[in-house]
């Protein structure tokens, strides 16, 4: 009798995201506080249109909105938790990342500069963490440096959302498509493309200068900002 064939092989969660998000688009769906837009309901609104227009991903500030998006939209949810607006406020503490990874997060979305974290831990204690949890962990750099450091504490995704956003790293009103490049000829772990990227060739030349995924946000989920950038574009 010929023996059964061997099962399948069992895919690798990780490298089956990774492979998932390879040159495609993440929506950012958020809304800063005050804004109408921050509503639970409607951020998972905003997550199913990012769905239905082709997104591989979404990414969603806030446990809550997590579980929510999580119930709502087949996509992987990058989950990141925003608190305060200085020194380090995207997931600052392993409790935030636990949190997340409890709402479903598939990966979480963690500020990997090098300050100071508010519950003294290191980014590698948070992926050490969250990978015990189950979970991925996209390091959110400004640096060269940093997105080094990240890729050798265990990151799975490194993006470069924080370029421009923390002191010593010049404002920009562009993509930081250079710091794209840098670290995808240097580090062994995809590279994503985060921050101002306004248009559909900007995010074509994230890809181009090596960004294995792009995330948007301002410029598809963010009408508030978007009106007042007309209106400030009028004359008088
Ligand atoms: C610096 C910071 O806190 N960035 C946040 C990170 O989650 C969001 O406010 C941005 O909207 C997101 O990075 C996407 O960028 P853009 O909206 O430029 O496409």
Same mark, same amino acid.
């Given at each position: 009798?010929?023996?059964?064939?061997?099962?399948?092989?069992?895919?690798?969660? *990780?490298?089956?995201?990774?492979?998932?998000?390879?040159?495609? &688009?993440?929506?950012?769906?958020?809304?800063?506080?005050?804004?109408?837009?921050?509503?639970?309901?409607?951020?998972?609104?905003?997550?199913?249109?990012?769905?239905?227009?082709?997104?591989?991903?979404?990414?969603?500030?806030?446990?809550?909105?997590?579980?929510?998006?999580?119930?709502?939209?087949?996509?992987?949810?990058?989950?990141?938790?925003?608190?305060?607006?200085?020194?380090?406020?995207? $997931?600052?503490?392993?409790?935030?990342?636990?949190?997340?990874?409890?709402?479903?997060?598939?990966?979480?979305?963690?500020?990997?500069?090098? *300050?100071?974290?508010?519950?003294?831990?290191?980014?590698?204690?948070?992926?050490?963490?969250?990978?015990?949890?189950?979970?991925?962990?996209?390091?959110?750099?400004? @640096?060269?440096?940093?997105? *080094?450091?990240?890729?050798?504490?265990?990151?799975?995704?490194?993006? @470069?959302?924080?370029?421009?956003?923390?002191?010593?790293?010049?404002? *920009? @009103?562009?993509?930081?498509?250079?710091?794209?490049?840098?670290?995808?000829?240097?580090?062994?772990?995809?590279?994503?493309?985060?921050?101002?990227?306004?248009?559909?060739?900007?995010?074509?030349?994230?890809?181009?200068?090596?960004?294995?995924?792009?995330?948007?946000?301002?410029?598809?989920?963010?009408? @508030?900002?978007? $009106?007042?950038?007309?209106?400030?574009? &009028?004359?008088?």
């Amino acid at each position: 009798m010929t023996p059964p064939p061997p099962p399948p092989l069992s895919p690798n969660p *990780r490298q089956s995201l990774a492979a998932s998000l390879e040159g495609r &688009l993440i929506v950012s769906c958020q809304a800063p506080p005050g804004d109408p837009m921050r509503h639970t309901g409607t951020l998972v609104r905003m997550a199913l249109a990012a769905e239905a227009g082709g997104a591989a991903a979404v990414r969603v500030n806030e446990p809550e909105v997590v579980a929510a998006t999580v119930a709502a939209v087949g996509l992987p949810v990058i989950g990141l938790w925003k608190d305060g607006d200085t020194g380090v406020y995207i $997931t600052p503490s392993v409790r935030h990342a636990l949190a997340l990874v409890e709402a479903g997060a598939a990966v979480v979305a963690a500020d990997a500069t090098a *300050r100071p974290r508010p519950d003294g831990s290191t980014f590698a204690d948070l992926v050490a963490a969250v990978h015990a949890a189950g979970a991925q962990v996209m390091a959110d750099v400004s @640096t060269f440096h940093e997105g *080094r450091e990240a890729a050798a504490q265990g990151a799975d995704l490194v993006a @470069t959302t924080l370029s421009g956003y923390v002191p010593g790293s010049p404002r *920009r @009103t562009e993509p930081d498509l250079a710091l794209v490049a840098d670290l995808a000829a240097a580090i062994g772990v995809p590279v994503v493309a985060e921050g101002r990227i306004a248009t559909p060739a900007q995010a074509a030349a994230a890809l181009a200068a090596g960004a294995s995924s792009v995330v948007v946000g301002t410029a598809i989920t963010a009408p @508030t900002a978007l $009106t007042r950038l007309f209106v400030e574009g &009028l004359p008088g």
